[in-house]
């Protein structure tokens, strides 16, 4: 059973820069896609950001730009690196990963394992 562990959040000014971690289970990284997802209060959860095992990366029109995913295989860690943060990126953030090896979908609905959450205040 996938266990994620997300971290990094907190309250930032708007302009200001965060960077969120996530540390998904060693032996299961090479074969999982892995993504950033954010829930605001009322509000869809909604993909930020995913990669596939080659590579591949996708964003959401809202943070392209400003956001950037990234792998760290020596460590075996998800970042999210997000620059400029607006009062709009305040949410719940979460990791999230799927047992299929391709295809960096922003479709929370594709994705099987999460973590539970880490908050991000912009204000």
């Known amino acids: 059973h996938v266990q994620l562990v997300e971290s990094g959040g907190g309250l930032v000014q708007p302009g200001g820069s965060l960077r969120l971690s996530c540390s998904p289970p060693e032996d299961t990284w090479s074969l999982y896609c892995m993504g950033w997802f954010r829930q605001a209060q009322g509000k869809e959860r909604e993909g930020v950001a995913a990669?596939?095992?080659?590579?591949?990366?996708s964003y959401a029109d809202s943070v392209k730009g400003r956001f950037a995913i990234s792998k760290d295989n020596a460590k075996n860690t998800l970042y999210l690196q997000m620059n400029s943060l607006k009062p709009e990126d305040s949410a719940m953030y979460y990791c999230?990963?799927?047992?299929?090896?391709?295809?960096?979908?922003?479709?929370?609905?594709?994705?099987?394992?999460w973590g539970q959450g880490t908050q991000v205040t912009v204000s």
């Open positions: 999230a990963a799927r047992k299929w090896k391709y295809g960096p979908v922003l479709f929370p609905n594709a994705y099987n394992y």
């Open positions: 990669i596939d095992s080659d590579g591949s990366i």
